[in-house]
């Protein structure tokens, strides 16, 4: 996995450096999804061929794709395992502004974060260290809250 995270770091680099910011975004996904995750299970292994099928889509077109359908598709790439108790809650983006050790425990419901284990499923966090460095990644992926 420490291979993998390293290519997906590479590729969140190059996206924009050849003109392909969107890759920047969804490799930057990825690699959030990738968190804490060491064993991958199958249905985890077929969430990240969803992001690497969306970024060869767009570099195999050629043309990045404008900021709308980057939404479109950034709304439509995997989030962390679902809960039961909100299977009714998908493709919702949230910005956190906080530390991202404080904010993971919240969102993946670690047991000493605040949720205390209820997972918050469906909702695609973008985790900033201050205010300034959020303005780039809510512009881009036009968060819902």
């Known amino acids: 996995m420490q291979t993998v995270r390293r290519e997906i770091h590479t590729l969140k680099g190059l996206g924009s450096t ?13 690699d959030n999804y990738l968190v804490d995750l060491e064993t991958p299970n199958t249905r985890q292994l077929d969430d990240v061929y969803k992001f690497l099928d969306r970024m060869q889509e767009i570099t195999g077109g050629g043309v990045n794709p404008d900021d709308d359908e980057v ?15 909100f299977q009714g809650v ?30 918050v499923a469906g909702f695609h966090p973008t985790t900033k260290h201050n205010a300034a460095k959020a303005v780039q990644p809510s512009s881009e992926t036009m968060m819902s809250i």
């Open 18 to 30: 050849y003109g392909f910011p969107s890759i920047t975004i969804i490799a930057h996904r990825l």
């Open 90 to 119: 998908s493709n919702i983006e949230i910005l956190l502004v906080a530390g991202s050790r404080i904010v993971r425990h919240a969102i993946e419901g670690e047991p000493t974060g605040p949720l205390k284990g209820s997972s």
């Open 71 to 85: 939404s479109k598709i950034v709304r439509t790439l995997p989030a962390k395992a679902a809960e039961e108790d």
